[in-house]
């Protein structure tokens, strides 16, 4: 719920931000995908890239296909076409979508980057499906997903993941239990 809350306070505080923000974008490339593609992707663009980003954010695309793979990685401009562009031509690379390689790559570039600089990071999973999405759910990478939040759409769905909140949740339960 927390990380919802911070997406939609994000989405509603358009130009307001001083911090810069990182968002790692995991798109499906699976075959489930193709049916929803262009609506998904005008979503993308109308609310994270155009309504959300904002001069000095990073943006990374990860396409996850039979294989995950970084598509594009930029630190936004004023202008965000490079971006868009890359969503529009996203091909379809099979009947599976690695996304939990996705999300520990994600993950990992997150610490790193934040360790860097004083950011806001997010990790956002676009799926053609639930369907897609459930064999990521399960078995060893069920971790990654354990602290998310999902709205779903008409034939696809959005979810946003934070696999290093882990620890801060820990400190964060363990500081209140003390002071009781």
Do not use: C
């Not at 663009?45 to 039979?66: C, F, K, M, P, T």
């Not at 998310?148 to 363990?174: L, T």
Request: cysteine-free.
């Amino acid at each position: 719920m927390f990380l919802f809350l911070v997406f939609s306070v994000f989405l509603n505080a358009q130009d307001q931000r001083s911090i810069p923000l990182d968002i790692y974008l995991i798109i499906d490339a699976s075959e489930g995908f193709r049916e929803v593609k262009e609506e998904t992707v005008a979503w993308i663009n109308a609310e994270v890239i155009d309504r959300l980003l904002q001069e000095g954010d990073r943006l990374v695309i990860w396409s996850a296909g039979d294989s995950a793979r970084i598509i594009h990685s930029e630190t936004i401009g004023s202008q965000k076409n490079e971006s868009k562009e890359k969503l529009n031509n996203l091909e379809i690379q099979g009947r599976n979508a690695d996304f939990p390689t996705a999300v520990r790559e994600a993950a990992t570039r997150s610490v790193q980057d934040s360790a860097r600089d004083q950011r806001i990071s997010y990790t956002l999973i676009v799926s053609g499906s639930a369907g897609t999405l459930a064999p990521a759910l399960e078995g060893s990478s069920a971790g990654l997903f354990r602290w998310s939040r999902a709205e779903k759409y008409s034939g696809w769905q959005a979810m946003v993941v934070d696999p290093n909140i882990g620890e801060k949740v820990r400190q964060a339960a363990a500081a209140y239990m003390s002071s009781r």
